[in-house]
T-cell receptor, first 114, second 112 residues
Framework: DGGITQSPKYLFRKEGQNVTLSCEQN?????MYWYRQDPGQGLRLIYY???????QKGDIAEGYSVSREKKESFPLTVTSAQKNPTAFYLC?????????????FGPGTRLTVT | GQQVMQIPQYQHVQEGEDFTTYCNSS?????IQWYKQRPGGHPVFLIQ?????EVKKQKRLTFQFGEAKKNSSLHITATQTTDVGTYFC????????????FGPGTRLSVLP
């Protein structure tokens, strides 16, 4: 059963702690993305990766870090430097980063930082 | 930078009524994608439009790409409660970029 998985679904952390969100895909997709969604808002791009060992900053990369050591995995770390980390985080993948390909989204992780 | 706007932000309709959401870009788009996000869920790809003036239909949904390729619309005929959700359009960030920028979405509520 192919798809994208994100874990956990809900995550609670204390302010000042780093937290890593998992994203795994078995679709054999080259490109992967991380988006942030705030209540009633659209999606904002945090980071993206075209191939293994390569990633680029999106529109709101400050306070976040990523790695792409394996094609299947693209974890996102929300660092203590992120001012407003509470949000819904969505991971996505596409066959390639060509603009003609659709993005497949994971179920998301709701992060709450208090 | 390139901006994608959508109107309306919210739309409440009675079941059976039609619904339309509009997507406008500040620049010409090579293509445009539409996604649907159910409440509490994640975005799901609906369709991609590429050609100027293109019209595509999926059952009760009709998608249109403007002649100037700067705007698009999604029209739902005879809405059903299963249509509830937020509809996003997404356009390429620029001619050289490799990412899409998403509009803010239109949230549709359907009253039974």
């Amino acid at each position: 059963d192919g798809g994208i998985t994100q874990s956990p679904k809900y995550l609670f952390r204390k302010e000042g702690q780093n937290v890593t969100l998992s994203c795994e895909q078995n679709l054999n997709h080259d490109a992967m993305y991380w988006y942030r969604q705030d209540p009633g808002q659209g999606l904002r791009l945090i980071y993206y990766s075209q191939i293994v060992n390569d990633f680029q900053k999106g529109d709101i990369a400050e306070g976040y870090s990523v790695s792409r050591e394996k094609k299947e995995s693209f974890p996102l770390t929300v660092t203590s430097a992120q001012k407003n980390p509470t949000a819904f985080y969505l991971c996505a993948s596409s066959i390639s980063q060509s603009l003609s390909h659709e993005q497949y989204f994971g179920p998301g992780t709701r992060l709450t930082v208090t | 930078g390139q901006q994608v706007m959508q109107i309306p932000q919210y739309q409440h309709v009675q079941e059976g009524e039609d619904f339309t959401t509009y997507c406008n870009s500040s620049t010409t788009l090579s293509n445009i994608q539409w996604y649907k996000q159910r409440p509490g869920g994640h975005p799901v790809f609906l369709i991609q439009l590429v050609k100027s003036g293109e019209v595509k239909k999926q059952k009760r949904l009709t998608f249109q790409f403007g002649e100037a390729k700067k705007n698009s619309s999604l029209h739902i005929t005879a809405t059903q409660t299963t249509d509830v959700g937020t509809y996003f359009c997404a356009g390429p960030m620029n001619n050289y970029g490799q990412n899409f920028v998403f509009g803010p979405g239109t949230r549709l509520s359907v009253l039974p």
